[in-house]
């Protein structure tokens, strides 16, 4: 199974398997890595599972679609990096992946 | 669990179950005023999820009951328009000449730039200054609450702790703080509730509100750059010229998006914990459970019964055909009930396994901005009673706010027996 990175805003690292076809932020809530909320469940609808994407990783994560880069533009401290970590899907190709946590969840 | 008396209760379930299904009408304010809303949204909810009533007091309107299917309008602003021109976020369509835009009543991209312009006031670092003054307010406020003797909950502490907290993020003058709770009340106040009897009367008063906010306003566009809502917008491109109309809109949101709904939440946590005694007995075994009992209360409570929207275009939601100019409500009040998304969901719980997971601060572009300010506050604030009182006992019925929008409770007696 593909294994992710998540790095803490305090820098504390994490790294989980997950299973392919579900998404990044269902591999930290699956296996409680602390720093991303989700509050809407996955529906692109709350802006709480915010990440930075690790810059040798952002080809292979993809582009946003239209309703990911509204809501993304409300989080704070938004980076061109800036991903909604529920609309990423977990694929062997994303083995490795590293992504980093922003200050707090909004 | 419902705090009507028993024969008002199942008077109302009856009525629920027998009324023919498109005579049903969940606009009447009194069915929360009394408390007996719920078997009004568990039928519709079974029968009609996506219902229409042809007659209200408001207009013709559609509801939308399940979780889901609210979930799809919130987060479709391009079909379901906010726009206080097509009559804005409430049922009550306010009269053409009083529509006054704000950035929650409003349609990208305008609301995109003024809901930035904002949104810094509750960003973390922001939060963490925050949590100081609240934490000290709050002492106090239940450091003075009287021992052994009856008062009002709501007065005394919900509205005093969210009156302050409002006061610091306009950095409004401290003593005149009690203007900005009048003037959220006369904002949102039914005609029929005798608080205001006219939508000249309310907007003349608002008027007031108009011409204090904009001598502070003007003081601050210019000079050293300071923290708070009205410098934020003085000083933004999109927000520095408003007319007075959008002015208005604009500080009435943040009056009453900050203040209603967090008053709100600390009543109703109360009575949720009297309530649901076994509830109160595990938190205060495990007060770390503070931590998901705040997204609870906020869900439990459901501050704001409502939002609404307006389609700009004919639409099949889940097999209703919306046509446009068609008002939408979606009740945030029934999805927080709907057994599909949450299990046993009229219960009070504090420790649920995803207690984030409700609609009391909807979802997509609009969700509230002021969600983690709220729960800062709510957490705090337990935080500070568990260490004081043992116990604090609702003594007699609780009086109910007379609107199908604000969700709110005015009055509930309680008593505190002890300190620790
Ligand atoms: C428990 C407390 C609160 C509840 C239940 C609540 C509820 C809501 C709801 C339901 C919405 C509209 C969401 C939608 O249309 O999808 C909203 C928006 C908003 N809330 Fe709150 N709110 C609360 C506290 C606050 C606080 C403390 C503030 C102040 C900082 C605030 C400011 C706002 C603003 C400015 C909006 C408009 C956002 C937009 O249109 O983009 N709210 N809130
Ligand atoms: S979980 Fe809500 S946007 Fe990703």
Redesign the interface.
Known sequence: MPKITFIEYNGTAHTVEVEEGLSVMEAAVNNGVPGIDADCGGACACATCHVYVDAAWEAKTGEKNESEAAMISFANGVEPNSRLSCQIKVTAELDGLVVRMPAGQH | MNDAPIDLFAEAAEAARTTPIDKIDVSQPSIYQNDTWRPWFARLREDAPIHYCAESRFGAFWSVTRYKDI?AV??NHKVFSSDSQLGGITIRDAPMSFRRPSFISMD?PLH?DQ??AV??I????N?VNLEKLIRERSQKILDSLPINEEFNWVEKVSVELTTQMLATLFDFPFEDRHLLTYWSDIATADLLSGKVSSEEERNEILQQCVKYMRALFKQRENGPPRFDLLSMMARDPSTRDMDDKMFLGNCILLIVGGNDTTRNSISGGLLALNQYRDQYDKLRANPALIETMVPEIVRWQTPLAHMRRTAVEDFNLNGAAIKKGDKVVMWYISGNRDEEMIENADDFIIDRA?P??HLS?G???H?CVG??LAEMQLKILWEEILARFPEINVTGPVKRVFSNFVHGIEEIPVIIPRRH
Not at chain 2, 122 to 125: D, E, G, K, N
């Open positions: 979930m919130d987060t990208p995109d809901r930035r949104s810094p509750v960003a973390p670092t939060l995803r984030r997971q601060f979802f997509g572009i969700r969600n983690r």
